[in-house]
């Protein structure tokens, strides 16, 4: 029996009592529902970005006011079904007629591939050759229930990574990060967490796009319904102003046919008994070859040199060393001539949405705690080219304030910012010092010092952004931020720091250290201590334009006589 995307029950949804239950996609505008539940961290994410692309293709609002009124009242399951029933065809995983993203031709005249070459943490043909797979061992996956083979066939699909001659990388490039919109209570229905990540129909498209509502025989939308675009020669980019305004949420580079064996078994990866497996596949390279200006909704953006605007803007990636809040900035605060930060158009909408609610609309108060009271969830692969090295996923503030004070918060965000980071390299600096003679000549990776001291002080700066978003919509034409605060987040880094430093210098015992090693331990803290007592212009600029005072601890001197 052919399995239908859009009526089959596949998705496994997580009710408010804790319970699970598999349905189609029209299940997530049950009020009951609260989120989705799939076996894998990436799988998650996908699943997520697939019901935001259903929302967008069947129900995309005419303009901002038409999506907060959408807003205020949700569709029933039944309307929503009724809203995707004209693209049934379009999605269809299996049969003779046209296949959910895969290729039209029956691609007979390749060899048949394993179903684990659609995981992107699988170790390709290279990997298993060299017995290089230590992490990611083959053979953990050899039959798929069709369930997971959708999943798996379109997370590859978005997230496309780099993989060799012909093979062609996704629309936002490999590893990209995506940034979705949360309500900050996480008792809200599904149907609530997925629509502030909806765009209206004057807003979704890019520049040279035109909207034009999306029908299921589209190929400009879906390019699976039509003859595969072959990117074998010169002249056959595709290009934005080429496609529908919505195909960057259906982005298809790679050219895969999933083979159906009428037999039982367990799926490998969600565990479950099913009536059919998938274990083979069938790939092409030269599939849909991505090029020019493009910008995917729910993905940030970066310029490397922001004075050369006629360069290509690249999609912000996953790095060593996590996500933090110190890429908040970039995330949220547009800045494309400074910095280069061009965050997710979903993100910048969003931001505009409050300010237009909080000025035009009688009913603004309505939706006052979704824009108030709102999360970034943000994740991701940290690519090297083709291999993964890890999957992050974390969630921060999303704070709206009033347009003319955009500048400001991103003046104060990019000054606390700054100083954070500027500690965190005197840390690791004087960590080289405690450990190495030649501090100079020292080899190998030691960001994870600064991922330990940001993790360590990201509840402090949240709480901070909180405090500037107040103060921001609070106190009128010239708002000010407080010494207090600005000495509170002197004080936490200086703690944090001491005590990385001392956690991180000291890793054995005292008895068993050479009295020169320690000697460069205590030479590198009081380097250190200084520094953030003061002797650092940073953290003087700090305290000048934060309006606080440096106090310099008592000497040990001092110490002794008062507690004498």
Not at 458 to 482: K, N
Request: proline residues 8%.
């Amino acid at each position: 029996m052919p399995m239908n995307l859009l009526t089959d029950p596949w998705l496994p949804f997580r009710r408010s009592d804790g319970s699970l239950l598999y349905r189609p996609p029209s299940a997530l505008a049950d009020p009951d529902i609260l989120d989705l539940a799939l076996p894998r961290a990436d799988f998650q994410g996908a699943a997520w970005q697939f019901l935001i692309a259903l929302l967008q293709t069947a129900m995309t609002p005419k303009n901002t006011d038409a999506w907060l009124d959408r807003y205020q009242t949700p569709p029933s399951v039944e309307e929503f079904e009724a809203a995707l029933a004209p693209f049934s065809r379009a999605f269809e995983l299996d049969g003779e007629g046209p296949r959910f993203m895969q290729d039209l031709d029956p691609l007979e005249d390749v060899k048949d591939a394993p179903v684990a070459g659609l995981l992107i943490d699988s170790p390709g043909a290279n990997g298993i050759k060299n017995n290089t797979d230590f992490f990611v061992k083959r053979g953990r996956v050899e039959a798929v229930c069709p369930d997971c083979a959708a999943l798996a066939l379109y997370t590859m699909q978005i997230n496309a990574p780099a993989g060799g001659a012909g093979i062609r990388v996704g629309l936002r490039g490999g590893g990209p990060l995506t940034t979705l919109i949360l309500p900050e209570d996480e008792t809200k229905s599904l149907w609530e967490r997925l629509w502030p990540n909806v765009m209206p129909a004057d807003a979704v498209g890019q520049p040279g796009q035109t909207w034009r509502p999306p029908t299921v025989d589209d190929a400009d939308l879906f390019f699976w319904m039509s003859d595969t675009r072959v990117s074998d020669k010169k002249g056959t980019e595709v290009f934005p102003d080429q496609v529908h305004p919505l195909h960057a949420l259906w982005s298809m580079p790679r050219r895969y046919r999933l083979l159906f064996e009428d037999e039982s078994g367990c799926c490998d990866l969600c565990g479950r008994e099913c009536s059919r497996l998938v274990r083979r596949l069938r790939s092409k390279k030269q599939g849909a070859n991505y090029d020019g200006p493009w910008r995917h909704p729910l993905t940030p953006y970066r310029r490397l040199n922001p004075k050369k605007t006629d360069e290509l803007p690249l999609s912000s990636k996953g790095q060593p060393g996590g996500l933090g809040y110190r890429h908040w900035p970039g995330l949220v605060l547009e800045d494309e001539a400074s910095s280069g930060a061009m965050p997710a158009r979903v993100v910048t909408h969003h931001l505009h949405k409050y300010r237009m609610v909080e000025s035009a609309r009688d009913d603004g108060e309505a939706f006052d705690a979704m824009f108030r009271h709102a999360r970034l969830w943000v994740f991701g692969y940290d690519m090297d080219n083709m291999k993964p090295r890890g999957w992050y996923s974390v969630e921060m503030p999303l704070v709206g304030v009033p347009e003319a004070h955009q500048e400001i918060l991103r003046d104060w965000v990019k000054r606390f910012v700054d100083l954070a980071s500027d500690v965190a390299w005197q840390v690791r600096n004087q960590l080289k010092r405690a450990w190495f003679k030649r501090p100079e000549d020292a080899k190998g990776d030691m960001s994870q010092i600064d991922a330990q001291f940001f993790e360590a002080t990201q509840l402090a700066f949240f709480d901070v952004l909180r405090q500037m978003s107040e103060t921001l919509r609070d106190y009128g034409d010239t708002p000010a931020l407080s010494p207090e605060i600005h000495q509170k987040w002197h004080l936490t880094l200086k703690r944090e720091a001491l005590r990385l430093f001392d956690a991180q210098a000291i890793s054995g015992p005292l008895e068993g250290m050479k009295m020169q090693q320690l000697e460069r331990i205590t030479s590198a803290r009081r380097y250190l201590l200084a520094y953030l007592n003061g002797s650092g212009k940073k953290v003087q600029v700090f305290a000048q334009v934060g309006g606080f005072e440096l106090k310099a601890p008592q000497s040990e001197g001092n110490r002794k006589g008062n507690a004498a």
